[in-house]
């Protein structure tokens, strides 16, 4: 197999383990046996249901099975015509003819796609597009359609994937008008050009959470999209290696922000006082030992409580207007003390990530629970031993608040040891004075080196 189709399918893996759930299971799942309801000859009780219960059972239905139910009778039809769709593609996906499993008919998925959507007249609750065709139903004109129909029905939920082969085909604008979304997740697409576009709280008043997958969008795309979500919570950039320069958050709102695999030369948190997580994991899924410096800064975000990974390898951490580095003087500017729970990839075997990290953790000191990730080192490190860390000096997080670490990847090797014991003894040290209690570090590694230790000093 071609390297450029590996890096394609395993960056569709990616995004398509990261979309939402399908909202109800599909037409495949298990069906009651001909003779488990008496042979059909019981008492009718379905169609002494109200209307509106009828409707909610409808639209619960895969949409194949909830269209075969207006065939039961008139006042089916009727409920089903009224009731909420939710359409998902995969409940109609359609196999060529002796084609195997790998082969579907685009046309045919796309078309039915069309009728579905053209044929129900009431409301619409969720559309889940990862199987048709998009390419194809833009040059037929009927993208633009879905769309208007979208906005026309009032759907809430919208997962929209560039499908079969992802090739930035540019998105219409017109998915920005549907006003009534609140979950939108595109994948694979060139995000349309927001200059002249409207903007304000009016275009998306009710979205809650974005998710862009793999998606070519530049800075000021993503200052709209946040400018127009006054009640936005969640965003979600995943996959995306075509993000500009800088990736800019200015939101009254949002609670979540996720760079998942993503790679962007600078993330600055500039304005976010309702921000509470910061999720990163920086990975190309096509190259993973790639190395991609980003600067991750962080303004105003009074009461964010998770953050990590940070990796002093590949992040350079700006907090106010402060780079912190090696040696960096900590005062209250350069600390976000609302951090609780803190997670650190760190290759201990490389010296100078390994002096970084020391003030990494002076920037948070209340935090609660450390996550510790241990990577693969490529180089020696020279003396870090027990004495390197104990020349660092205190840590307040470290002495005062944690109660709490994970180890993950613990291989046992003497840097990882050597910092263990640091924090260990930084800790009894801490409980001997009365400020920490009931300490505890969980390691997670290979079986040789499974272990756990607490304040009491129980051996690794």
Known sequence: ?????????????????????????????????????????????????????????????????????????????????????VLDDSDILRALPGGGPARFDWFGTTDAVSRAIGAHRGPIRCVRLTCCSMALAARLGVLNYWLHRLADGGAEHLVLVNCPMPNGLLLTPDVLRIASLRTLYLAFWSFPDTAGLPCGPAVFPRLQEIGLCSVVIDARDIDHLLACSPVLEKLSIIACFFVPSDVRIRSRSLQCLVL??????????????????????????????????????IGYATVLKVLGYLEPGIHQLQIGGTVIESG??????????????????????????????????????????????????????GKLNLKFWQEVGPIDCLETHITKVVFDRFRGERYELAFLKFILEGAIAAEAGGCVGQWRSSLRGSDAHQAEISNHGKKC
């Not at 009727?78 to 009731?83: E, L, N």
Request: contains cysteine; hydrophobic residues 40%; charged residues 25%.
């Open 260 to 297: 998942w695999r993503s790679l962007t030369n600078e993330l600055a948190v500039v304005v976010a006082p309702r921000l509470q997580c910061l999720i990163l994991w920086q990975e190309d899924p096509c190259r993973p030992d790639s190395v991609f410096i980003t600067r991750i800064r």
């Open 328 to 381: 960096t003087k900590m005062i209250p500017s350069t600390m976000v003390p609302s951090v609780k729970v803190l997670a650190l990839k760190v290759r201990f075997g490389i010296r100078k990530e390994a002096k970084t990290l020391p003030a990494f953790l002076r920037c948070f000191p209340n935090v609660e629970t450390l996550h510790v990730l241990s990577g693969e080192a490529d180089e020696p490190a």
């Open 1 to 85: 197999m071609a390297p450029l189709l590996k890096d394609v399918e395993e960056v569709m893996r990616v995004v398509l383990t990261c979309l939402p759930a399908p909202p109800y299971p599909t037409a495949c799942g298990s069906r009651p046996s001909p003779g488990a309801h008496g042979g059909g000859g019981g008492e009718d009780r379905i169609s002494g249901l109200p209307d509106a219960v009828l409707s909610d059972i409808v639209s619960r239905l895969p949409a194949k099975e909830a269209a075969r139910t207006a065939a039961l009778s008139s006042r089916l039809r009727r409920v089903w015509a009224s009731a909420p769709l």
